[in-house]
């Protein structure tokens, strides 16, 4: 089995800034893509950013100059930096991962973390 740990999620003031970590751990033979959603109450899940196993990283545009994702392949960890951050950040965010578990593995697993509160507001 896999597991997914997050923290660094918190009360902010408008401007202010998070940052978000997740780590992974359990039977992982090979990350494909590791990353976060978000889940404002009653809207849909919604990408934030996300790394491919070739190290591409990738922004939704409503985070792009604001948030930066870094990842550390050695502890299977990606963390979130969140800046300038406004009202419309505030969120349950979640960690995602896509893996193969095994070398001889033909499907990719996906898993998601617990989610972590992000809140912006004065």
């Known amino acids: 089995q896999v597991q997914l740990v997050e923290s660094g999620g918190g009360l902010v003031q408008p401007g202010g800034s998070l940052r978000l970590s997740c780590a992974a751990s359990?039977?992982?033979?090979?990350?494909?893509?590791i990353g976060w959603y978000r889940q404002a109450p009653g809207k849909q899940r919604e990408l934030v950013a996300f790394v491919t196993s070739g190290g591409s990283t990738n922004y939704a545009n409503f985070v792009k100059g604001r948030f930066t994702m870094s990842r550390d392949n050695a502890k299977n960890t990606v963390n979130l930096q969140m800046n300038s951050l406004k009202p419309e950040d505030t969120a349950v965010y979640y960690c995602?991962?896509?893996?193969?578990?095994?070398?001889?593995?033909?499907?990719?697993?996906?898993?998601w973390g617990q989610g972590t509160q992000v809140t912006v507001s004065s």
């Open positions: 359990g039977s992982i033979f090979s990350i494909n893509t």
């Open positions: 995602y991962l896509k893996i193969k578990s095994r070398p001889d593995a033909f499907n990719f697993e996906d898993y």
